[in-house]
């Protein structure tokens, strides 16, 4: 198994408005990983606002984008590496392209890579022991799927070790030597999709870049950008935060 060495500081506060824009602020060397029990202005992809109340685990770090031979995939690769540590606690996740980590039909984990002056920053949002959410969010816990409560330290520093073993693949690889295994877990896999576009079509699997396959009636499409709203047939609306 490849190795790549992710933690090099971790910085655990209370509270901040958000751990992805304190890391892009800049002043925190390559392999910060920054943890806050609360965010007040936790967000995830186009800026939309992630609930970041107490009892998930909120964090983020930094990277030197140079590393890694290309970045696209980058949110698949680490859904990957959520996925993995889960089942090895006995849960059945899904990843649902191009950023979120589901399970039982829910969203349980949400991750955001952006690029800045400071580097390459990751920001990860995870529910773990919450034991209830908004009406009319599609969401759920570790809590809620197990009955557990868990310690989100011993947690974190599980899928830190879980990400710096996907990386160092991911490193050594490229995307192509873990395309199969993240495609095996796509929520929605052969179904009929809607993107945020309003494109539809059969959700055929993963390019190499990491870029969705949709089968629409022009062909096999591979789709670099936006997102997966809904399931067609559904009977509602995944919530995409």
């Given at each position: 198994?490849?190795?790549?060495?992710?933690?090099?500081?971790?910085?655990w506060?209370?509270?901040?408005?958000?751990t992805?824009?304190?890391l892009?602020r800049?002043?925190y060397?390559?392999?910060?990983?920054l943890?806050?029990?609360?965010?007040?202005?936790?967000?995830g992809?186009?800026?939309r606002?992630?609930?970041?109340?107490?009892g998930?685990?909120?964090f983020?770090?930094?990277?030197?984008?140079e590393?890694f031979?290309?970045?696209?995939?980058l949110?698949?690769?680490l859904?990957?590496?959520?996925?993995?540590?889960?089942?090895?606690?006995?849960?059945r996740?899904?990843?649902?392209?191009?950023?979120?980590?589901?399970l039982?039909g829910?969203?349980?984990c949400?991750?955001?890579?952006e690029?800045?002056?400071?580097?390459?920053v990751?920001g990860?949002?995870l529910?773990v022991?919450?034991?209830?959410f908004?009406?009319g969010?599609?969401?759920t816990?570790?809590?809620?799927?197990?009955?557990?409560?868990?310690?989100?330290?011993?947690?974190?520093?599980?899928?830190?070790?879980?990400?710096?073993e996907?990386?160092g693949?991911?490193?050594?690889?490229?995307f192509?030597?873990?395309?199969?295994?993240?495609?095996?877990r796509?929520?929605?896999?052969?179904?009929?999709?809607?993107?945020?576009?309003?494109?539809?079509?059969k959700?055929a699997?993963?390019?190499e870049?990491?870029?969705?396959?949709?089968?629409?009636?022009?062909?096999?499409?591979?789709?670099?950008s936006?997102e997966?709203?809904?399931?067609?047939?559904?009977r509602?609306?995944?919530?995409?935060?």
């Open positions: 198994m490849f190795k790549f060495m992710l933690l090099s500081a971790l910085v506060v209370k509270e901040l408005p958000s992805q824009d304190e892009k800049g002043g060397p390559s392999g910060t990983v943890v806050a029990d609360r965010q007040t202005a936790g967000r992809r186009r800026g606002r992630w609930l970041s109340d107490e998930g685990l909120y983020s770090f930094l990277l030197r984008p590393l031979p290309e970045l696209l995939p949110p698949v690769v859904g990957l590496a959520v996925c993995r540590l889960l089942e090895n606690e006995g849960l996740p899904s990843l649902k392209w191009p950023n979120d980590v589901y039982s829910r969203k349980l949400g991750i955001l890579t690029v800045s002056k400071s580097g390459l990751v990860v949002g529910n022991n919450q034991t209830s908004p009406e969010l599609n969401a816990s570790l809590k809620l799927e197990t009955g557990r409560t868990l310690d989100r330290k011993e947690l974190l520093l599980k899928l830190l070790k879980s990400f710096s996907e990386l693949r991911f490193r050594q690889e490229g192509k030597g873990l395309r199969k295994e993240a495609v095996d796509l929520l929605w896999l052969g179904e009929e999709v809607k993107l945020s576009d309003g494109r539809t079509g959700l699997g993963l390019s870049r990491g870029g969705l396959l949709l089968l629409t009636e022009r062909g096999l499409e591979e789709v670099l936006g997966l709203t809904l399931r067609l047939n559904a509602r609306e995944d919530a995409s935060l």
